[in-house]
């Protein structure tokens, strides 16, 4: 009897897993040969309204739980943008401590946009993913496309500067290497995030004219060439509503125009109303901490916006499960091309390639911005003491500025860059010359180093004068540093001048030693009272980890700089259309960006404004020679394309980049426009010598502009002229033609 009752249960578990088996087999869902909208429809199929509700919401800081019965991943985050954050604890911000989660820093994208090459963005997108792939993040929570607005954005280092068409390219190769890593992007913060004042219920007044021509074509390109897989709302509002449930933005603009089909995800904290987030596009709510915790509820993200409130809201029939069968879809989408994609490469962390790209990238975006009497490259063979003046010198740049500080493997600080390459080939002295911010920890990670220093700052300025009169080059590493209020998110910057009294050291410095080179880290533009004093000046970004080798190399000579600004430097902060014709950052929770389209270069040039150093301005240490532009027709008609060429050689003695620019300009126009516009750009590699033809060809998108009555971008008929620079400014060639009817 025993034995037959056990066969009896054998063939019963035999038939179970059998017919489980057999069952999983048929499951569309898991079967990754089938079309995505089908496993889609067959998980939204097997899922119960719980389940629904719960992978709409955090489940910690960083994840969002899938759906276990049915095998469903957790997906996990990660911020972004420029290097793999560290891991934090389940609820909180502070470090979880492991010891396996040092990364690579990337430069700031500041830098990567001023290296105005998309080779370079690929490789940066490709190289990134990798280390979030290999951290086993599901989503990047980047790249930060807003455009640059004010020098006072405490973020502006995290984005891509201030011309959209620049922004737009950079971006699509970066979200397309990453996401072949089986990553999404998550390009942020859609839209309208322009500062750090207020950002949470700041509303922003902007015309559709410059909604459209300058604040959403990055996200556009995100879109709909980049196909990135999600979308961080931003904080602000926009037409009163929170952009991570605005109906103007993410329904009528992401999803319809655009037909955007990946995810919405809220900026951490970001939302704020149960209604507009089911109604008004946002799929995925983190960060909302704490409602409920205070009347005592086990689990805070319970009480997210998207979670108990919308399932009983559901449940009392107030709304019905058409959204949220939507966001489900969107939820499931970007889980199989992530955590259930069973194609996706391995990852690694801080490999050989990663280095090299990083540090590529780094010497790519260093912009020369002066260089009087060919002050740079340093000859060593007659430099034999350098004096290294400033605490950015020293001091670890990848830790702080907010969510994107990180926890490195490794970060060469210039001096020790510095040292790395001319070791004995001069003496090397080092002076701190001010005190400026001598933290050394953020979020828990701590650098290591003490910056604590006693001295007041006459005997500071003495100690670094001293030493720059005695000695061949003074090379001053200064600017900002990521502490609050210079360069870190949640604190816009106080002032457009450098902090910590540089300014008045550096005035005694020039004295000191007139041969002095400024080196200036930041990811904004900064006031520069002693320009005319000081022969040669490099902007520095952050440069993440390699950051102290690609300046000791470009500072050397070996590299030729070829990086150029993605945003203008004004001379003073009321020169920027932000500060004078709107405001910035606005008061009683509004912010008027009443200079409409005219941000940046297309302010100055319309205003007859000298800026200090303008947009795609860099220099080089060799030369470049332009000849004479041509069209390869007069006239176009709308569905034409004209392609203009010009020859560019290299006339120096050293191989260099030059990054070709391409403006248009509309000559005649029924609304008012820029002086000229942005529209193509190539860097072409030369030898000494060489000469290379380079060629743009654009078609009537690049003559249009967003025309609100019509509420689409139109092509006026009439006279244009193509202009070809080495900058916005530095115009080499000019020719016209004309768009007929
Ligand atoms: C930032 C986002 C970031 C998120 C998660 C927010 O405060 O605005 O850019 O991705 O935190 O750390």
């Given at each position: 009897?025993?034995?037959?009752?056990?066969?009896?249960?054998?063939?019963?578990?035999?038939?179970?897993?059998?017919?489980?088996?057999?069952?999983?087999?048929?499951?569309?869902?898991?079967?990754?040969?089938?079309?995505?909208?089908?496993?889609?429809?067959?998980?939204?199929?097997?899922?119960?309204?719980?389940?629904?509700?719960?992978?709409?919401?955090?489940?910690?800081?960083?994840?969002?739980?899938?759906?276990?019965?049915?095998?469903?991943?957790?997906?996990?985050?990660?911020?972004g943008p420029h290097g793999?954050?560290?891991?934090?604890?389940?609820?909180?911000?502070?470090?979880?401590?492991?010891?396996?989660?040092?990364?690579?820093?990337f430069p700031a994208l500041t830098c990567l946009a001023?290296t105005w090459n998309e080779d370079m963005a690929s490789l940066y997108g490709i190289s990134i993913g990798e280390e979030a792939?290999?951290?086993?993040?599901?989503?990047l929570l980047g790249p930060g496309v807003?455009?640059?607005?004010?020098?006072?954005?405490?973020?502006?280092?995290e984005y891509m500067g201030?011309?959209?068409?620049l922004a737009s390219k950079m971006v699509v190769p970066y979200i397309k290497g990453v996401q072949q890593n089986?990553v999404a992007t998550c390009v942020k913060?859609?839209?309208?995030?322009?500062?750090?004042?207020?950002?949470?219920?700041?509303?922003?007044?902007?015309?559709?004219?410059?909604?459209?021509?300058?604040?959403?074509?990055a996200f556009?390109a995100a879109v709909?060439e980049g196909g990135t897989w999600?979308?961080?709302?931003?904080?602000?509002?926009?037409?009163?509503?929170?952009?991570?449930?605005?109906?103007?933005?993410?329904?009528?603009?992401?999803?319809?125009?655009?037909?955007?089909?990946?995810?919405?995800?809220?900026?951490?904290?970001?939302?704020?109303?149960?209604?507009?987030?089911?109604?008004?596009?946002?799929?995925?709510?983190?960060?909302?901490?704490?409602?409920?915790?205070?009347?005592?509820?086990?689990?805070?993200?319970?009480?997210?916006?998207?979670?108990?409130?919308?399932?009983?809201?559901?449940?009392?029939?107030?709304?019905?499960?058409?959204?949220?069968?939507?966001?489900?879809?969107?939820?499931?989408?970007?889980?199989?091309?992530?955590?259930?994609?069973?194609?996706?490469?391995?990852?690694?962390?801080?490999?050989?390639?990663?280095?090299?790209a990083g540090?590529?990238i780094?010497?790519?975006g260093?912009?020369?911005?002066?260089?009087?009497?060919?002050?740079?490259?340093?000859?060593?063979?007659?430099?034999?003491?350098?004096?290294?003046?400033?605490?950015?010198?020293?001091?670890?740049?990848?830790?702080?500025?907010?969510?994107?500080?990180?926890?490195?493997?490794?970060?060469?600080?210039?001096?020790?860059?510095?040292?790395?390459?001319?070791?004995?080939?001069?003496?090397?002295?080092?002076?701190?010359?001010?005190?400026?911010?001598?933290?050394?920890?953020?979020?828990?990670?701590?650098?290591?180093?003490?910056?604590?220093?006693?001295?007041?700052?006459?005997?500071?300025?003495?100690?670094?004068?001293?030493?720059?009169?005695?000695?061949?080059?003074?090379?001053?590493?200064?600017?900002?540093?990521?502490?609050?209020?210079?360069?870190?998110?949640?604190?816009?910057?106080?002032?457009?001048?450098?902090?910590?009294?540089?300014?008045?050291?550096?005035?005694?410095?020039?004295?000191?030693?007139?041969?002095?080179?400024?080196?200036?880290?930041?990811?904004?533009?900064?006031?520069?009272?002693?320009?005319?004093?000081?022969?040669?000046?490099?902007?520095?970004?952050?440069?993440?980890?390699?950051?102290?080798?690609?300046?000791?190399?470009?500072?050397?000579?070996?590299?030729?700089?070829?990086?150029?600004?993605p945003?203008?430097?004004?001379?003073?902060?009321?020169?920027?259309?932000?500060?004078?014709?709107?405001?910035?950052?606005?008061?009683?929770?509004?912010?008027?960006?009443?200079?409409?389209?005219?941000?940046?270069?297309?302010?100055?040039?319309?205003?007859?404004?000298?800026?200090?150093?303008?947009?795609?301005?860099?220099?080089?240490?060799?030369?470049?020679?332009?000849?004479?532009?041509?069209?390869?027709?007069?006239?176009?008609?709308?569905?034409?394309?004209?392609?203009?060429?010009?020859?560019?050689?290299?006339?120096?003695?050293?191989?260099?980049?030059?990054?070709?620019?391409?403006?248009?300009?509309?000559?005649?126009?029924?609304?008012?426009?820029?002086?000229?516009?942005?529209?193509?750009?190539?860097?072409?590699?030369?030898?000494?010598?060489?000469?290379?033809?380079?060629?743009?060809?654009?078609?009537?998108?690049?003559?249009?502009?967003?025309?609100?009555?019509?509420?689409?971008?139109?092509?006026?008929?009439?006279?244009?002229?193509?202009?070809?620079?080495?900058?916005?400014?530095?115009?080499?060639?000019?020719?016209?033609?004309?768009?007929?009817?």
């Amino acid at each position: 009897m025993k034995n037959y009752r056990r066969s009896i249960a054998t063939i019963l578990v035999a038939f179970l897993s059998i017919s489980v088996f057999g069952q999983r087999a048929i499951r569309v869902y898991q079967d990754d040969s089938m079309p995505m909208k089908d496993r889609v429809e067959d998980t939204l199929s097997r899922m119960t309204l719980e389940e629904k509700i719960a992978i709409l919401h955090a489940q910690s800081k960083f994840s969002s739980p899938g759906v276990p019965r049915l095998g469903i991943p957790e997906l996990w985050m990660t911020d972004g943008p420029h290097g793999i954050r560290p891991e934090v604890l389940w609820d909180e911000w502070e470090q979880a401590g492991w010891t396996n989660d040092s990364c690579f820093a990337f430069p700031a994208l500041t830098c990567l946009a001023a290296t105005w090459n998309e080779d370079m963005a690929s490789l940066y997108g490709i190289s990134i993913g990798e280390e979030a792939r290999y951290r086993e993040k599901d989503v990047l929570l980047g790249p930060g496309v807003n455009i640059y607005r004010s020098p006072l954005n405490g973020r502006n280092f995290e984005y891509m500067g201030e011309d959209p068409f620049l922004a737009s390219k950079m971006v699509v190769p970066y979200i397309k290497g990453v996401q072949q890593n089986g990553v999404a992007t998550c390009v942020k913060h859609f839209a309208l995030n322009n500062q750090e004042t207020d950002r949470f219920t700041v509303n922003v007044n902007v015309d559709d004219r410059a909604l459209y021509e300058i604040y959403l074509p990055a996200f556009k390109a995100a879109v709909q060439e980049g196909g990135t897989w999600s979308i961080m709302g931003s904080y602000n509002k926009y037409k009163k509503q929170h952009g991570c449930h605005n109906q103007y933005l993410l329904q009528d603009i992401l999803r319809k125009e655009w037909g955007f089909e990946g995810t919405v995800i809220s900026d951490w904290g970001g939302t704020h109303d149960t209604r507009q987030a089911i109604t008004n596009g946002l799929d995925m709510e983190f960060g909302t901490w704490t409602d409920g915790l205070a009347a005592g509820v086990t689990n805070a993200y319970d009480n997210y916006y998207l979670a108990k409130p919308y399932l009983d809201l559901i449940k009392l029939g107030q709304v019905d499960t058409t959204e949220l069968d939507d966001k489900v879809r969107h939820v499931l989408r970007l889980t199989f091309l992530t955590a259930m994609n069973r194609n996706k490469p391995f990852g690694s962390l801080v490999s050989d390639e990663h280095v090299l790209a990083g540090l590529g990238i780094a010497e790519e975006g260093i912009v020369l911005l002066k260089n009087k009497n060919n002050t740079l490259p340093i000859n060593l063979h007659k430099v034999k003491r350098i004096a290294v003046v400033g605490e950015n010198a020293i001091k670890m740049m990848t830790v702080g500025g907010g969510s994107s500080s990180l926890k490195v493997k490794y970060e060469i600080s210039p001096l020790q860059g510095l040292k790395n390459r001319i070791g004995t080939q001069a003496e090397i002295t080092y002076a701190r010359g001010y005190v400026g911010d001598i933290g050394s920890a953020y979020n828990g990670v701590v650098t290591g180093q003490d910056l604590s220093d006693n001295r007041s700052e006459e005997e500071l300025i003495a100690e670094a004068c001293a030493l720059a009169e005695k000695s061949d080059c003074v090379i001053f590493f200064g600017g900002l540093n990521k502490s609050n209020q210079q360069d870190a998110e949640s604190y816009d910057r106080l002032w457009y001048e450098l902090p910590y009294n540089q300014d008045r050291l550096l005035e005694y410095l020039c004295q000191a030693n007139p041969n002095l080179i400024v080196v200036n880290i930041s990811g904004n533009a900064v006031a520069m009272p002693w320009v005319d004093k000081v022969p040669a000046i490099l902007q520095g970004w952050y440069l993440g980890s390699e950051a102290g080798n690609a300046l000791a190399e470009v500072l050397v000579g070996d590299i030729n700089p070829s990086g150029k600004l993605p945003f203008s430097f004004p001379k003073k902060l009321e020169d920027c259309s932000a500060h004078s014709k709107g405001d910035f950052p606005g008061a009683n929770g509004q912010v008027h960006y009443d200079e409409g389209i005219f941000v940046g270069y297309r302010w100055y040039e319309s205003q007859n404004i000298a800026p200090l150093f303008c947009f795609g301005h860099g220099l080089s240490y060799t030369q470049f020679k332009y000849g004479a532009l041509k069209a390869d027709k007069k006239e176009l008609t709308s569905s034409d394309k004209i392609t203009f060429t010009v020859d560019v050689s290299n006339s120096g003695n050293r191989s260099g980049s030059e990054t070709v620019q391409l403006y248009i300009s509309d000559l005649e126009s029924s609304l008012p426009r820029p002086v000229k516009e942005l529209k193509a750009f190539k860097k072409v590699k030369l030898m000494p010598g060489q000469t290379k033809s380079v060629s743009f060809t654009v078609d009537k998108s690049a003559l249009s502009f967003f025309d609100p009555e019509k509420h689409q971008w139109v092509a006026e008929p009439g006279k244009f002229a193509a202009i070809v620079g080495a900058s916005s400014l530095d115009v080499k060639g000019k020719v016209n033609f004309s768009l007929k009817q």
